[in-house]
């Protein structure tokens, strides 16, 4: 089998190794990462910072937030692809490998072992009472997303607009995701190259307060290593091996199976969301949730917000939700296989045809990262779809609110319009004061996620078993 590692001759140990940084402390520290990554792809990001700025002191804080930005551009996860990107700067191709495999590594068998539990006892009234409660903690949670990320993105009349209409867009009209964030970034491009000031907002996250580490002050320093110098036949070598073990599992399911088993849908839809994945997991759920609830029937409307309840307390990205989602969809349509069989392999796919792109983006355009440097029209394209996903996340809040809070929703549609509306009657009051309770903590008082789903879960628990 090819291996994907650097093939180039072997350099002097000096140059190798001229930042300092053992392999074998590189892992250790992305397995430390990795465990701690909760809260979010803020919170990863912000623990990778923590780590490898300020901390170990391995990167400067230039080339970090360079670095970060280039990731935003991307579809897929950005705190793992940011993971991929400085073990690849570090290490070469090995490092990239390492980081992003252990980044997701803990959240996978997380999530693998919850789904068991969910599949095989989702009935059992405590577990039920979980889920109830985290239900509502969720809610909160999602609301925080929409402000968070409104307060970075919207600093203009513009943005707001285009953040307004990419949530009537999807909301009312139920115009697909992908094609939202489309038209937001073709916007964004034509209204940077025009020279708008509109359009020209930085993207990325705050790092953090305190001193800055100089890129020079660094251990990697401030020169571009060699091996990550600007190499097209190291590049397309690379991303064509990875490119063939994303789509060639992927054809033999669809050229075996046809396209109406469940585990080709499974594979294709999860690798036209490897595609789309713009602005983070929130911003894509409303579209994963419309389509695997009200098209596929993978899910029930309630189960969309048990999947991110899971992702929201275990460690590794938010999109790992996605391995529930395939999880369920072939525990529903095992075919000739057992339900749990068919579920392991349902998750597996999913996970695998998420995540291997995301190396793929990386190590494809990572070389060239230095021609994307103060590209305003780039910038632009990212500030509209940015402003745009809020509005689609605005759009997830709502989906969340109505079938958490409210046992039937009715769906109405004139014409293009296709509104849910909840039935008032059917309103769940103790889902209802337990949101609230979890938005009291959340904005009131500073409580953290972890903290505030831990405990909605547990006040979840106690009202299930009170009332059975």
Not at 245 to 264: D, Q
Not at 384 to 389: D, S
Request: aromatic fraction near 10%; glycine fraction near 10%.
């Amino acid at each position: 089998m090819t291996d994907i590692t650097d093939k180039a001759a072997p350099k002097p140990a000096r140059q190798r190794e001229s930042h300092g940084i053992s392999f074998g402390e590189a892992v250790r520290v992305w397995a430390r990462i990795a465990a701690l990554s909760f809260g979010g792809p803020a919170g990863q990001i912000a623990v990778m910072h923590r780590i490898l700025v300020d901390e170990k002191r391995w990167i400067g804080e230039h080339r970090f937030l360079h670095a970060l930005n280039y990731c935003m551009l991307l579809p897929g996860p950005e705190a793992q692809q940011l993971a991929v990107y400085i073990g690849w700067l570090l290490h070469r191709t090995a490092g990239g490998l390492v980081a992003g495999i252990l980044f997701v590594l803990p959240g996978v068998l997380a999530i693998l072992g919850l789904s068991y539990i969910y599949a095989a006892f989702g009935n059992v009234t405590v577990v039920e009472g979980l889920f109830f409660g985290l239900k509502a903690a969720v809610l909160a949670v999602v609301v925080q997303a929409v402000f968070r990320i409104g307060g970075r993105a919207l600093k203009n009349e513009v943005m707001i607009g285009i953040a307004a209409a990419a949530f009537i867009a999807i909301f009312v009209f139920r115009i697909p995701f992908p094609l939202i964030i489309l038209a937001a970034g073709v916007l964004g491009y034509i209204g940077a190259r025009s020279g708008s000031p509109f359009f020209r907002i930085g993207g990325g996250h705050k790092a953090g307060a305190g001193p800055v580490l100089r890129d020079e002050d660094s251990a990697l320093g401030e020169e571009i290593p060699a091996h990550a110098r600007p190499n097209l036949a190291w590049s397309l070598r690379v991303s064509a091996i990875l490119l063939a073990l994303w789509l060639v599992p992927l054809a033999l399911l669809v050229a075996i199976l046809g396209t109406g088993n469940v585990f080709s849908q499974i594979g294709l839809f999860f690798s036209q969301m490897a595609v789309v994945t713009f602005g983070g997991a929130y911003a894509v759920l409303a579209y994963v949730a419309q389509e695997a609830v009200q098209h596929y029937g993978w899910l029930k409307p309630g189960e969309m917000l048990d999947g991110l309840g899971m992702a929201e307390t275990t460690p590794g990205p938010l999109i790992m939700v996605v391995q529930f989602v395939g999880f369920m969809g072939a525990y529903r349509d095992p075919g000739t296989l057992s339900p749990m069989a068919a579920a392991t392999l349902g998750a597996m796919l999913t996970t695998w045809v998420t995540f291997v792109p995301c190396f793929l983006w990386i190590f494809l355009g990572a070389p060239f990262i230095e021609r994307l440097r103060n590209n305003v029209a780039l910038t632009g394209a990212m500030s509209a779809i940015t402003a745009a996903v809020v509005g689609v996340i605005l759009n997830l809040a709502v989906w969340f609110g109505l079938h958490t809070l409210f046992a039937e929703v009715v769906a109405w549609r004139f014409g293009p319009l296709a509104l849910d509306i909840p039935v008032l009657a059917s309103l769940v009051l103790p889902s209802l004061l337990l949101t609230l309770a979890a938005g009291m903590a959340i904005f009131r008082f500073n409580v953290s996620v972890i903290t505030t789903l831990l405990a909605c879960a547990l006040a979840g628990m106690a009202w299930t078993l009170a009332t059975s």
